[in-house]
DNA sequence: CCTCGTTGTATTGTTGACAATAATCATTAA
DNA sequence: TTAATGATTATTGTCAACAATACAACGAGG
């Protein structure tokens, strides 16, 4: 059995020749992944003994995840692990929807054939995986992100591909860790995924727009009712 | 003669508790103004001393302006001024009037009847400064931004508002220092802003979205054009 | 018992020195 | 003359010590 290919949205090679960047990327995972709890506070000497390097270097790393808002800093008084509630979420969701619809209605209009028909495959592909129980995971976790990586891609708009993949992709990724659960599914979304596609395909850039707002608006919906009984 | 009202917009009290955040605040501005050429190496240590700082605060400045796309940054080579070229000037427009057309509708849903109000006496001062010679060069440089400011803070999502506020109008301001000219019919612009405005308070949110996308894709194809024959 | 001011401590902000890296320039060989 | 190669230098990356600030604990006065 073929392995889903791996995510294509490196958002830093692994090796990154500067320590600060490693740093980076290690805290960003640990915070997505709960490692680093929410809300949780951070003592710059503390970490920096953590992740094996001095102030200086993990100085840099918090600042740019305050970038990204994964870490909220307040002067001289400290940093702590960003606490997601309900209204953040909705406003990451609300702009990411305006976002990717944008995006999707650009893609229609210049995204290459080849890249297509690559599209079709990659959709083919998660197809299997939703009849196979170990494919689900993946699917589910990381595949559906993967499909809208690759619109905002061949929106072949820096700024949008840039800030989804940059900073609300994580956010979203985080939240998903949070809740525990799953994106609601797999085969609906499937099938919107799919109907996007083929609007694309047509080069229909009105239809393509308003079906990524209506699919990511959707999402929103459950992705809130599942927050609202968890906090209750 | 009343002086326009000031900005409200600020990015950050002047007066800020600490030194990388003095110095971010005047690079950003020497930066957007061009007295820091487009396209310009920085170096930390020149940087440091010119700016009156050591080179601990000045890093993190420029790793400030570097999220915000004003500066790029190449690891052990060094940081130069952004230099700004078409196709990026029309990625972040394009972001722009996504962003905002979302925030026009927002605000269609959510702008309390009072700020809807004051809107329009907003509006009405613009007017006023059109016909007021020394007010010209208000109104079109700052007054455009102003007006759109408070679309984006009636949204009250924070995300957009962060994202139009601190990153896309200091580009797009950028840009017009660049060109040095300004934006182009202030009273083809004022028109536009009441519409949307009416738009606004008729609580339609769809029209609301449309017109200010119409607005911004507008007011990109001139700038465009002035870029283009600057360019040759 | 509560409020306010004071002191002490923990943590961040800042600095200058040192190490590592990459660009530059001169030198040599083809 | 040009291309490759090596030393040199300028610049960034990293570190550890110092200063400034805010928070907490404590005590005095109401």
Redesign the interface.
């Known amino acids: 059995m073929t392995k889903p290919q791996p995510l294509n949205q490196p958002d830093q090679l692994s090796e990154?020749?500067?320590l600060a960047?490693r740093t980076y990327e290690s805290i960003k995972a640990d915070i997505i992944d709960g490692t680093l709890a929410q809300g949780s506070k951070i003592v710059e000497s503390d970490l920096a003994l953590k992740y094996g390097t001095s102030r200086g270097p993990l100085?840099?790393a918090i600042?740019?995840l305050e970038?990204i808002?994964l870490v909220i800093r307040v002067?001289?008084a400290g940093s702590r692990v960003v606490a997601l509630n309900i209204k953040?979420m909705e406003?990451?969701y609300?702009?990411r929807?305006?976002?990717e619809?944008?995006a999707a209605r650009?893609a229609a209009r210049l995204m290459p054939d080849d890249d297509i028909k690559s599209l079709h495959r990659l959709l083919d592909q998660h197809e299997q995986n939703i009849n196979d129980a170990e494919g689900k995971v993946y699917f589910q976790r990381e595949g559906d992100i993967d499909f809208h990586f690759r619109i905002a891609a061949a929106s072949q708009?820096?700024?949008?591909l840039e800030?989804l993949n940059g900073e609300?992709y994580q956010l979203i990724r985080m939240g998903r860790h949070q809740s525990g659960r799953m994106p609601s599914r797999p085969a609906a979304a499937l099938a919107q995924h799919r109907q996007i596609t083929s609007a694309i395909e047509q080069r229909d850039e009105e239809l393509a727009e308003l079906l990524m707002r209506r699919h990511i608006s959707g999402a929103w919906k459950t992705v809130k009712s599942i927050l609202e009984e968890n906090h209750e």
């Open positions: 990154s020749s500067t960047s100085r840099e600042h740019r970038q808002k002067p001289h953040m406003d990451i609300t702009a929807e305006s976002l619809g944008m650009l708009n820096e700024w949008i800030n609300l």
